[in-house]
């Protein structure tokens, strides 16, 4: 299945739980280990933008949406600084907050903030991207760096 297709088919999944279960992500916030909050406080400390001057202009445009978008809810800092590199990270994370009451985020919106955090993780945290990509099965490894490769060269 093609990554779009498969972006699409859990990202409709995903709008079936959010709407009949939207009011779960703020009991979920409140119940969260000690350790997830203190990871999050971690996240939340480092700097809360990037310089995307050097990004193509489409991508430019793209970290817009997410930096909007992503601040109405939580601190910027917490996504730019978090530990997530993968592209299944990202949909995951992204999916979740689409679906928070008061997100407002469109699924083209979604696919454009998705589209600027892989390639972000692709440059700004290429290291970690690397060392996270070595930990992957070969088949899963595979995946996301094609993955990577179409989002990438769709900005080149």
Same mark, same amino acid.
């Given at each position: 299945?093609?990554?779009?297709?498969?972006?699409?088919?859990?990202?409709?999944?995903?709008?079936?739980?959010?709407?009949?279960?939207?009011?779960?992500?703020?009991?979920?916030?409140?119940?969260?280990?000690?350790?997830?909050?203190?990871?999050?406080?971690?996240?939340?400390?480092?700097?809360?933008?990037?310089?995307?001057?050097?990004?193509?202009?489409?991508?430019?445009?793209?970290?817009?949406?997410?930096?909007?978008?992503?601040?109405?809810?939580?601190?910027?800092?917490?996504?730019?600084?978090?530990?997530?590199?993968?592209?299944?990270?990202?949909?995951?994370?992204?999916?979740?907050?689409?679906?928070?009451?008061?997100?407002?985020?469109?699924?083209?919106?979604?696919?454009?903030?998705?589209?600027?955090?892989?390639?972000?993780?692709?440059?700004?945290?290429?290291? @970690?991207?690397?060392?996270?990509?070595?930990?992957?099965?070969?088949?899963?490894?595979?995946?996301?760096? @094609?993955?990577?490769?179409?989002?990438?060269?769709?900005?080149?």
């Amino acid at each position: 299945m093609k990554m779009t297709t498969k972006l699409a088919a859990v990202l409709l999944g995903t709008a079936v739980l959010g709407v009949t279960g939207a009011g779960l992500g703020r009991a979920a916030a409140q119940n969260m280990d000690a350790a997830t909050k203190a990871r999050i406080d971690q996240f939340e400390k480092g700097p809360a933008t990037i310089d995307v001057s050097k990004y193509p202009a489409q991508l430019q445009d793209y970290y817009q949406t997410f930096s909007q978008k992503c601040s109405q809810c939580h601190k910027l800092s917490r996504p730019i600084n978090s530990d997530y590199v993968l592209p299944d990270q990202w949909s995951r994370y992204i999916k979740q907050m689409m679906y928070k009451p008061g997100s407002n985020i469109s699924g083209s919106e979604a696919k454009h903030i998705y589209d600027f955090l892989v390639y972000d993780s692709s440059v700004r945290k290429k290291k @970690a991207l690397d060392a996270k990509l070595q930990t992957l099965p070969p088949d899963d490894r595979k995946t996301a760096e @094609a993955t990577i490769k179409k989002v990438v060269d769709n900005y080149q």
